[in-house]
């Protein structure tokens, strides 16, 4: 496997987003349950960016579109919307992530290719103490996953070709993106992105398999 760069998934890969968007629905005393709040955010979230995507909503970075998408969802203040929006800022990782992010830096580029856009990925990464060597963003092509846009990206920016970087990520669609587009791909599971009975998935056409990041670094080492 000729892989010189992996580059990273965040919202649900890297960070744990529900439980810190319910953490601060709760904290800001909406009515409702904050993880099903939190879920209806999130899949309202992504399907404006799939309306981007078809060309039925013109760009606007993560922040204005989960803005848009509170306000769909629940009646805010100004005030307690940009605190709710700024909470994605500030997610922590999986217990795995930073120290298994580090063991993975020590063997290949490590970088981003996220739909959140480059400032909100330096305040999550700061937030989260993740080191990448690039911050890549959906952003740089003004479009969102599964755009073929975004993953060509990866190799442009790190001056490779597109088989030798590869995508790691727990969503499926994302992997078969990168997949569609040259890339080389990595499934991590994540069986608690949504939650105690979240969907079982996987991903049977990843090149590499993982239980976590430390799995991936084992396999990608031994590669």
């Known amino acids: 496997m000729t892989v010189r760069a992996l580059v990273f998934d965040v919202f649900g890969t890297l960070v744990d987003w529900r ?15 904050p993880e099903e709040l939190a879920d209806a955010w999130r899949m309202g ?31 805010v203040s100004p005030e307690e919307r940009g605190r709710l929006v700024a909470a994605w800022h ?7 992530v930073p120290s298994g992010l580090e063991a993975l830096r020590s063997q290949r580029v490590v970088a981003t290719l ?5 400032a909100m990925l330096v305040d999550m990464t700061r937030h989260a103490g993740l080191r990448f060597d690039a911050l890549l963003s959906a952003e740089l092509a003004q479009t969102y996953k599964a755009d073929p846009a975004v993953y060509s990206l990866a190799p442009r920016y790190l ?12 969503h499926p669609l994302d992997l078969a993106g990168a997949r569609a587009a040259g890339l080389r791909s990595a499934y991590v ?22 239980v976590d990041l430390h799995d991936l670094a084992a396999q990608v080492g031994n590669a």
């Open 114 to 118: 996220s739909n959140g856009h480059i």
């Open 159 to 170: 001056g490779l070709e597109p088989h030798e970087v590869m995508l790691v990520a727990c």
């Open 45 to 75: 979230f992504l399907l404006a960016t799939q309306e981007v995507v078809r060309g039925d909503r013109p760009w606007a970075n993560v922040d204005a579109l989960h803005a848009a998408t509170l306000d769909a969802l629940l009646d």
């Open 19 to 33: 439980t810190g968007i319910a953490a601060a629905l709760a904290r800001s005393g909406v009515v409702g349950d």
């Open 90 to 96: 500030r997610l922590d990782p999986w217990p795995d």
């Open 189 to 210: 599971d994540r069986p608690l992105e949504h939650g105690p009975g979240s969907p079982v998935r996987a991903d049977p056409d990843a090149d590499i398999r993982a």
